[in-house]
């Protein structure tokens, strides 16, 4: 219940934030003779390369362990792979 409870609190903080920062921008954009451009307020995000095989590899056999696999077994499959 404490734990419902706190996420509750960090939601409702978050929304408050959330509208606080659009009033301030929205009475500090309205003062301004000329809008900067819309892109220009948004985050920028950038789209990450392909994935290397051997990351993927690592993260299939971490998925292995963390699901309960058996780590003899996983070592078998590596030796078989040429990775070991």
Do not use: C, N, Y
């Amino acid at each position: 219940m404490v734990a419902r409870l706190e996420g509750a609190r960090r939601r409702l903080t978050a929304e408050q934030d959330g509208r606080a920062w659009l009033a301030w921008h929205f009475a500090a954009l309205s003062r301004q003779p000329k809008l900067p451009d819309l892109a220009s307020m948004f985050a920028k995000q950038e789209t990450p390369g392909p994935q290397p095989v051997e990351v993927q590899e690592i993260t299939v056999d971490q998925l292995f362990l963390a699901w309960g696999g058996d780590p003899v077994q996983l070592a078998q499959a590596r030796e078989k792979r040429g990775q070991l």
